[in-house]
């Protein structure tokens, strides 16, 4: 931003050596050219203001996933339910991803439309230089449009296969350590470590008190990238062989959406009356309601 500010300004006092062009003309020009530098510093304040914010929330994310391990820890030691506590800093993760994300975007339509602006200045300014000087005398130049900020595309990301590891050669890894290690790829957003990490999990422990947390979260994982047909059979894994498990409902609830995702909505009713039906007045019940009636299936 600095280079093209003392670029305009280049520009500016070439035409003032070089009287090219009418006085009003250069008068515009200057103003137009002081209005961006002084959007300049107000952006490079804001980007100061963004900068120190992503920090911050970049911190609370390491401080949440300190948070995280300990819960495993003591659910490790003591064999408690975590349940509650997990799905609050995973909502808590996901809400400071977001902003993230939207703090970046707006950062980079803001340089996006002043790169677009400077740019249109310097167009007239070219087009100034190169006029004859009798008509640049006789005619004012027409403000040039400015072209509207492009919006940004985002691009799907394709996804990736599921890979089937193996054992380490190191020796078989501590239970919690490796279901930390995968939980923390799954609040980082990268699904597609936190699905291999979480499938080598369940392969080494398929009967521990983490298992059918494991196989939630694989499922998640698997569902976040749309393989469908992975994640179902993930869920089924805890509907079918943990049926006591508090994750129970939670897997019934996410088939249901895979089953709309997947345009099998006679399915995803039948699965979503079964929450309501076998677990009335929980979390699940109530946004299975929500998504039936939405759906317009109640």
């Not at 994640?231 to 709309?260: C, F, M, T, V, W």
Request: proline share 6%; charged share 25%.
């Amino acid at each position: 931003m600095i280079r093209t500010e003392i670029h305009i300004f280049s520009l500016l006092a070439i035409l003032l050596g070089g009287g090219c062009a009418t006085e009003p003309n250069l008068t515009d020009i200057q103003k137009q050219v002081q209005t961006l530098a002084l959007q300049q510093e107000a952006t490079q304040q804001q980007e100061k203001q963004t900068r120190d914010r992503l920090s911050a929330i970049e911190s609370q994310l390491d401080e949440h996933d300190f948070l995280v391990g300990e819960l495993i820890k003591t659910e490790e030691e003591a064999n408690l339910d975590t349940r509650h506590l997990l799905e609050k800093l995973e909502r808590t993760s996901s809400m400071l991803r977001e902003q993230i994300e939207q703090t970046r975007s707006s950062t980079q339509r803001r340089d996006q439309d002043l790169s677009i602006r400077v740019k249109a200045i310097e167009s007239r300014i070219d087009n100034i230089l190169h006029r004859p000087r009798s008509e640049a005398s006789q005619v004012r130049t027409p403000e040039t449009p400015l072209p509207p900020s492009p919006k940004q595309e985002e691009s799907p990301s394709s996804p990736s296969s599921t890979i089937e590891s193996t054992p380490s050669e190191a020796g078989v890894e501590n239970e919690a350590s490796a279901f930390r290690s995968a939980y923390k790829g799954y609040l980082n957003g990268n699904y597609d470590l936190a699905s291999v990490e979480f499938q080598r999990f369940v392969k080494h422990y398929p009967s521990t008190t983490l298992t059918p947390q494991a196989f939630y979260y694989l499922g998640q994982s698997l569902y976040a990238q749309k393989h469908y047909d992975p994640a179902e059979k993930a869920l089924q894994h805890i509907i079918n062989d943990y049926p006591n498990s508090k994750y129970r409902s939670q897997a019934l609830y996410k088939l249901g959406q895979i089953k709309i995702e997947t345009a099998q909505p006679s399915e995803a009713q039948k699965i979503w009356n079964q929450v309501i039906l076998d677990y009335p007045g929980s979390p699940e019940a109530n946004n299975a309601k929500e998504q039936l009636k939405q759906a317009g299936l109640s």
